[in-house]
């Protein structure tokens, strides 16, 4: 990400695990020969198994350290075909427009702190989309039912400034690790259809969050309009 | 209701249909004996199920006439307990403190076009329910990623006043048939939280609303503080 002003700025783009799994529908956009983008694809949790499944894949972080770890993965294990990671920024992807059929963002969106990034990362990955491409997202929906999380939001409100983000400390140092975002159902569509895609799939999900709390979820896929 | 300045009041309280069924969670929060209350009960959907469960049930509605069809298809049904109906308001229940058990608001808040009038709903239906009773809500969520009720919900904003209201016309005569609001779960959970429930349980779903539209819904059960 760009640097912002703000004082978390340099805690962006660190190694944020999760345990989002990639979901299925996914499949449903993918063809022989296709090529995939996955953004934000940290470890190479979802590029990997992309991998495996003979589709011609690239992942971008903008980690170095994470990146290591997903090559290292890699090797480990029997990739028809080897995916290309290379560090990037999200917001200034390495690539020409219209090169990948489709994109991933699985639960990346959620470590991008500020709005104006957000949909700067959408119309991006619009861009190296080919006509018709598809851009699935999976990520972490604003749980009001859950006291934990209402009272994060609510308390947090102060120093993110924006609704729905909360700050998240080492348990063992007590510092400041990150802060992600929970979005709700109209920001998501809204970042797709004001930056180029129209809502082609959309899915309310559960999903479980690195700490293991069960939280709402959404799996989206924008269609390049 | 109680009688509002807006221009559409007088349609409040008419008889507006859906398909939404009662989700058996319903079942872990009754128990041999207990009372229970259905507010908004209309044709006795809910009602009369619960009677042949064999649960003292009372519904409410203000609607005369959909309580003479609750009363009629009860008659033609094998009920062990007669549920008694009552025309009542929502807002001033004509029943004792800590009455009941169990209170159910199936597909009724949608109906009810005032905040205000929501808020007092709750206090009213807490006032009415035992100390640790439940309050059982199933209601529709706002369904940003469908085309239809986003346009809805936006180009009906400047009428409603309120986000997620929307109005629904008569097929054939074209005429305002009824207002109605799909709610956020954050809406919803402050609505409970702020009057007089905790959060017991809480469920996104999809429902499906009487002109045959897919749309986000919520199971949400509450308890009585």
């Not at 993965?73 to 080897?82: D, G, T, V």
């Not at 006291?147 to 400390?169: H, M, P, Q």
Request: aromatic share 10%; net charge neutral.
């Amino acid at each position: 990400m760009e640097s912002q002003s703000c004082s978390w700025s340099k805690i962006e783009g660190k190694n944020i695990p999760t345990t989002v799994e990639l979901d299925p529908i996914i499949y449903k956009y993918t063809f022989s020969g296709c090529r995939i983008l996955d953004i934000g694809c940290a470890n190479g949790k979802v590029s990997i198994p992309l991998a495996l499944h003979g589709y011609s894949v690239a992942g971008v972080d903008i980690n170095t350290e994470v990146l290591s770890m997903a090559k290292s993965s890699c090797k480990s294990q029997n990739c028809l075909q080897i995916p290309l990671f290379a560090k990037g920024n999200a917001t200034i992807l390495p690539f020409a427009d219209a090169t990948f059929d489709v994109a991933v963002m699985q639960a990346f969106l959620t470590t991008v702190i500020s709005k104006e990034n957000r949909a700067r990362i959408i119309r991006e990955a619009c861009r190296v989309l080919k006509p018709q491409g598809h851009l699935y997202i999976a990520d972490f929906g604003q749980t009001w039912h859950s006291k934990i999380y209402r009272e994060r939001y609510i308390n947090d409100l102060a120093v993110t400034k924006e609704e729905g983000s909360f700050l998240a400390y080492d348990q063992k140092t007590g510092e400041l690790a990150y802060v992600a975002h929970h979005f709700t159902e109209k920001e998501l569509v809204f970042l797709l259809i004001e930056n180029g895609f129209e809502v082609e799939y959309f899915k309310n999900d559960e999903f479980v969050t690195r700490t293991g709390n069960q939280v709402n979820g959404f799996v989206v896929v924008g269609r390049k309009e």
